[in-house]
């Protein structure tokens, strides 16, 4: 009866955060319309005009581009009956998932976070994001070429997280916006922990769920 219950509690979790997930996806999508043309009087380019001039202005597009696609490659990808469905698709969609991390997100998210507008803290916090990602990413693949498949999913279930902090950020600040966090402080932490505590937290899971898989069972008999 637990148990029911239990799987019960998870999938509405999963469904709550998945539709949460894809109106956010959708915000961040409505808010292209500040990009092409770039409006500086938004959000986000406000006083961003000097840097536009630079690579900056490349790594954007580049950014703003393999985001999302990266992000709705690895809902795709992380679902284990898509996996077991259509294992030909799961391959093709690997790939250039690889691709568009590697050569997209990753490097343009580490040349932006060199500008992140609220300072050094916020900057180390995307730079380390940005490297974690590449390096799961490139783990992922050298463990499906070499048919580690369980060290696979794993690298793969990290790199899918850490995706993943473009949303848990926006969460985070509206979070902020509700309880009224007016601190300079706000913004920088939010870099972090965005990606750190979604990432720590699954890494305490699978730590603990191993360990209850690993107990010796004693029976009286
Ligand atoms: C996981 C690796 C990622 C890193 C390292 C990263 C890094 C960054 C950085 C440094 C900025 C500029 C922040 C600032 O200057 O304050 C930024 C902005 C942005 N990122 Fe990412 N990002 C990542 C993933 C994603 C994903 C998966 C999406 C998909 C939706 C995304 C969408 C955006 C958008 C749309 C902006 C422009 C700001 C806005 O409109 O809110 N990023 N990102």
């Not at 998932?97 to 050094?120: D, H, K, N, T």
């Not at 913004?187 to 899971?205: N, V």
């Amino acid at each position: 009866m637990n148990d029911r219950r239990n799987a019960t509690l998870i999938v509405v979790l999963v469904l709550t955060l998945w539709l949460l997930g894809v109106k956010t996806l959708l915000a961040i999508l409505v808010s292209y319309r500040d990009y092409f043309p770039p409006d500086f009087t938004s959000d986000f380019l406000w006083g961003r005009e000097p840097a536009f001039r630079g690579i900056y202005r490349e790594a954007f597009y580049l950014h703003i581009l393999s985001g999302p696609v990266a992000l709705l490659l690895g809902s795709i990808l992380i679902s284990r009956s898509v996996r077991s469905r259509f294992p030909r698709l799961h391959r093709s969609l690997g790939r250039v998932q690889i691709a568009v991390i590697l050569l997209g997100v990753a490097p343009s998210g580490l040349w932006m976070a060199g500008f992140a507008e609220s300072g050094l803290v916020a900057g180390y916090g995307f730079g380390f994001l940005a490297v974690a990602t590449g390096c799961c990413a490139a783990m992922g693949w050298r463990a499906a070429i070499a048919r580690r498949f369980d060290d696979h999913r794993r690298w793969m279930t990290r790199c899918f997280i850490l995706l993943c902090s473009a949303l848990t950020l926006r969460w985070i600040g509206g979070l902020g916006t509700i309880f009224g966090v007016e601190s300079p402080w706000a913004y920088p932490l939010a870099a972090w922990a965005s990606w750190l505590i979604p990432l720590l937290g699954w890494e305490l899971l699978v730590h603990c769920r191993n360990r209850r898989f690993e107990r010796p069972v004693h029976t009286t008999i």
